[in-house]
């Protein structure tokens, strides 16, 4: 067999990227939910609560601290939330954000309705992004029940945006903070809700500049904030250098190392942190159906 080090040093590779780095994840005695790790990177587990029922602030406080320490938390074994319960579950959270582009569901404007089955031409989140990065302020984070599941397939990824960043060399860093990523909406949004109804003649959808190192602003830990659905350049570069450090840093930013991926079972509630991690939904189960109930919580402008 051929000795694929042959041409380096003839030792294997020096580890992966941002497995050595140190976790800053808390230890905390949980007393109103189960938190379980679901990968050393990022995410966890919750059990031992129905949303269904409601959150008490019992429950809220340990959850707010779980969603603060694990960046994204899957609500296992749950029943179908009703609609107007998980609004007000979100609205614990902080004010509501409203999509600017998708249509609410009826009756019930807050909800975003993820559907894609047969007819569909377009699945939500296919490309790595933070949720409508292009506002000026941009969501908290996102709810997200799933009630349709296909047989297989409709995983969503997750990837940890502080270690993105954290992973970075120390010269790149002081390179980067400072400077400003330019996040557009318009080549998404331009028609993409018209099997919908929405028409969108004559409306002007978001664009926004934001902090290419951005500061949690609850964790004070800094996060990599571009992604490749809605940046497009960096502000204070010439074109042809924001065009290459921006493709070095999108490559960057959706290493495996820095990701997990999440299998659904049917009524489970993901809630990732928008301002720390990035995430993306795969289409592979066309022409199965996929269905769910996202509720978005706005944020505060990056800084
Ligand atoms: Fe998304």
Redesign the pocket.
Known sequence: MADVYAKSSGMPPDGNVGTKRVRERARRNYRHIEVRPYAPNLGAEIRGLDLAEGLSEAQFEEVHHAFLDNQVLFFKEQSPIPPGTHIEIAKMFGELHFHPAAPGKDGFPEIFEIHAHAGSKIA??EFW?S?VSCDEIPPLG?MLQIHILPDCGGDTMFADSYAAWESLSEPLREMLDGLHGEHESEHIYRGRYSDRGMEDEGKVYPSATHPIARVHPETRRKALYVNRAFTTGIAELEPDESSAVLAMLLEHAEKIEFQIRFRWEQNDMAFWDNRCAM?R?LWDYWPAERKGNRVTIKGDRPS
């Open positions: 939500n989140g992004h949720d996102t995430h939904a």
